[in-house]
DNA sequence: AATTCGGGGTA
DNA sequence: TACCCAGAATT
């Protein structure tokens, strides 16, 4: 494996070109609040910059410190992180929290975050390297796709990833990258995120272009390459959106760990591959003995591995205490706290009763929509 | 090593 | 459409 290139020209084009960011602060290194840095990482994971920015900022000011979010309860947390997805963040944020307060602090070396839950070897890192000023790389996929180009490995993702991720390490055997650790790993991400991008990379614009293998082949747009994935399977869901005399909804809590855990849901009968009759999925309604009426449309929402479809039956409900697990919510509160797919499930109850008005890029669809797309028979 | 976890922006 | 995003945990 040949030596990666020198870390100077690298953090010179950061001086100038870096990205002003909520999460970023200027300062030595080391100076950075771990608990701002913890939590824009984990924010980040899977999760584009533009759509953290102002979720970020929302948190924050509901939970300005470690403190605060480890004495909020679930429910406030689940509300405030809903429709960011990938829940087992939120849960493993707030139980890291706990865990930080438990032990009077944050752990400042690598192996002591790593052991806290939610973190794995990237976010390790990168809170090591950028709030504590720790010579370490982490490696995501701005940095995967850096260092294959550079050295124009082509292995398929993931299986490269033994070959990268030491590579990457040795970043931080040059003295300029050991002086700024956490310049210089935001440095990766941002040449990657603006210049070393996957598709039609501006290679021009690149400190490192006369030093990239990739680009010397003229390979750069076919790296790094991707074992196939599999294809997404669909399901199919009926749900139950019951009303009580003062215009509660009833929501019910999801179990604690899987999709969607430990948010909440409009009840419904379990997704399936086949579609449900309004008949057959009625045992799965949340209170016995309501007449139940099936709403015009479809709303649908795709997951990372299956694709959902679901329709909605509303009924009017007396006034009764909330069956175990369940909760009677103000509409406002109840929309707020819900996960996307949800969202859009409580979006068809909303909508106007005409067909053909939903849009399909919102995830909704009227009869008319349905029907194009062969889903209604 | 492969799956299961959300959701949105982009070409 | 398909791909990608400052990935982690489980099997």
């Known amino acids: 494996m040949p030596d990666p290139p020198s870390a100077v020209p690298l953090l010179a084009w950061y001086d100038r070109h870096r990205r002003v960011l909520p999460w970023r602060v200027t300062g030595p290194p080391g100076s950075a ?6 939590l824009s990482e984990v924010m980040l994971q899977q999760t584009t910059v533009a759509t953290v920015g102002p979720r970020y900022d929302r948190f924050l000011g509901r939970f300005p410190d470690v403190a605060a979010l480890a004495a909020a309860p679930w429910e406030e947390v689940a509300a405030e992180w809903a ?10 944020l707030h139980a890291a929290a706990r865990a930080v307060v438990a032990r009077g602090g944050f752990p400042d070396t690598e192996e002591g975050l790593r052991a806290l839950p939610g973190i794995g070897a990237y976010t ?11 010579p370490t790389v982490p490696v995501d996929g701005n940095v995967e796709r850096v260092v294959a180009r550079l050295l124009a490995i082509r292995d398929p993702l993931p299986g490269a990833r033994r070959l990268i ?3 990457a390490g040795r970043f931080m055997e040059q003295e300029a990258a050991r002086t700024r650790p956490g310049d210089f790993v935001q ?3 941002d040449l990657g995120a603006t210049i070393c991008t996957p598709r039609r990379p501006a290679c021009a614009l690149c ?5 990239c293998r990739a680009r010397r082949e003229g390979i750069q747009d076919g790296l790094p390459a991707k074992s196939p994935k599999a294809a997404r399977g669909g399901r199919q869901g009926l749900h139950f959106l019951a009303r009580d005399p003062a215009g509660r909804l ?15 849901e409009i009840p419904g009968a379990p997704w399936r591959e086949e579609p449900w009759e309004l008949e057959e999925a009625l045992p799965h309604a949340p209170l016995p003995g309501l007449s139940w009426t099936l709403r015009p449309g479809t709303a649908h929402h795709s997951f990372s591995h299956l694709d959902l479809e679901m329709r909605l039956a509303e009924a009017a409900a007396p006034d009764s205490p909330a069956p175990p697990g369940m909760t009677w919510m103000e509409p406002g509160a109840a929309r707020a706290a819900l996960p996307t797919a949800m969202r859009r499930l409580l979006a068809l109850a909303e909508g106007p009763l005409a067909e053909g008005v939903g849009g399909v ?8 929509g349905a029907r194009r797309r062969g889903t209604l028979g």
């Open 33 to 38: 609040d771990p608990y701002r840095i913890w």
């Open 165 to 167: 991720g030491p590579a």
């Open 83 to 92: 429709g960011l997805g990938y829940y087992a963040r939120a849960r493993n």
């Open 187 to 189: 440095a990766l991400f």
């Open 207 to 211: 400190p490192w272009r006369d030093d």
């Open 250 to 264: 009833l929501l019910r809590h999801r179990p604690p760990e899987g999709l969607l855990g430990g948010m909440l």
């Open 361 to 368: 890029a919102s995830g909704i669809s009227g009869a008319r």
């Open 124 to 134: 390790a890192a990168a809170v090591a390297a950028i709030a504590f000023g720790r």
